[in-house]
């Protein structure tokens, strides 16, 4: 559900050139939102990595420890980003979701931060600077309207269970 991070725009160089992949409507069975990570990844494979691959075919290496998830979320908006003019989801994230990553980021600059939505790996940016606002994008290839649901649906994760399964039906009507 992931352009990423501090503004994203202005924070990771590059992101706009990022692989991703599409983002698919969570499945009705579920009613949850949907679940975001941020984790460190590897080029390479090493022991206790988890191996992820891209809609494009892109292989990453997933440490275990999440940097961030859907509770380090306060809001989120769909908007188009100025710079590429693709949808994107603009994530707000909680006190402690902003310390988490701005401590995560400067200790981390170089290393490849991968954004997962559902276990999906949908961008992963390399760190060019430490994050620092609180401020977190995903994007991926997504429509306005999945992007808008995307947000809808991690706004009211996890506070607001009985709106995500209503937003789930619209996503995925019988």
Same mark, same amino acid.
Request: proline content about 7%; overall charge neutral.
């Given at each position: 559900?992931?352009?990423?991070?501090?503004?994203?725009?202005?924070?990771?160089?590059?992101?706009?050139?990022?692989?991703?992949?599409?983002?698919?409507?969570?499945?009705?069975?579920?009613?949850?939102?949907?679940?975001?990570?941020?984790?460190?990844?590897?080029?390479?494979?090493?022991?206790?990595?988890?191996?992820?691959?891209?809609?494009?075919?892109?292989?990453?290496?997933?440490?275990?420890?999440?940097?961030?998830?859907?509770?380090?979320?306060?809001?989120?908006?769909? @908007?188009?980003?100025?710079?590429?003019?693709?949808?994107?989801?603009?994530?707000?994230?909680?006190?402690?979701?902003?310390?988490?990553?701005?401590?995560?980021?400067?200790?981390?600059?170089? @290393?490849?931060? %991968?954004?997962?939505?559902?276990? %999906?790996?949908?961008?992963?940016?390399?760190?060019?600077?430490?994050?620092?606002?609180?401020?977190?994008?995903?994007?991926?290839?997504?429509?306005?309207?999945?992007?808008?649901?995307?947000?809808?649906?991690?706004?009211?994760?996890?506070?607001?269970?009985?709106?995500?399964?209503?937003?789930?039906?619209?996503?995925?009507?019988?």
């Amino acid at each position: 559900m992931l352009s990423i991070l501090s503004t994203l725009a202005a924070a990771i160089t590059g992101l706009a050139a990022a692989l991703t992949t599409p983002i698919e409507g969570p499945s009705t069975a579920r009613a949850a939102a949907p679940d975001v990570q941020l984790r460190f990844a590897e080029s390479d494979p090493k022991h206790g990595l988890t191996r992820v691959e891209d809609a494009t075919g892109r292989v990453l290496y997933l440490w275990p420890e999440t940097v961030l998830s859907t509770i380090d979320i306060a809001s989120a908006t769909a @908007r188009t980003d100025p710079v590429s003019a693709t949808p994107v989801v603009e994530l707000t994230l909680t006190a402690a979701g902003r310390d988490r990553l701005a401590r995560a980021t400067t200790n981390n600059v170089g @290393r490849i931060l %991968a954004v997962l939505v559902d276990e %999906a790996l949908i961008t992963a940016p390399v760190i060019r600077e430490p994050i620092l606002g609180g401020r977190v994008q995903i994007s991926g290839q997504m429509t306005m309207a999945q992007a808008t649901d995307l947000a809808l649906l991690l706004r009211a994760a996890p506070r607001d269970r009985s709106l995500a399964e209503a937003l789930m039906g619209r996503l995925n009507p019988p």
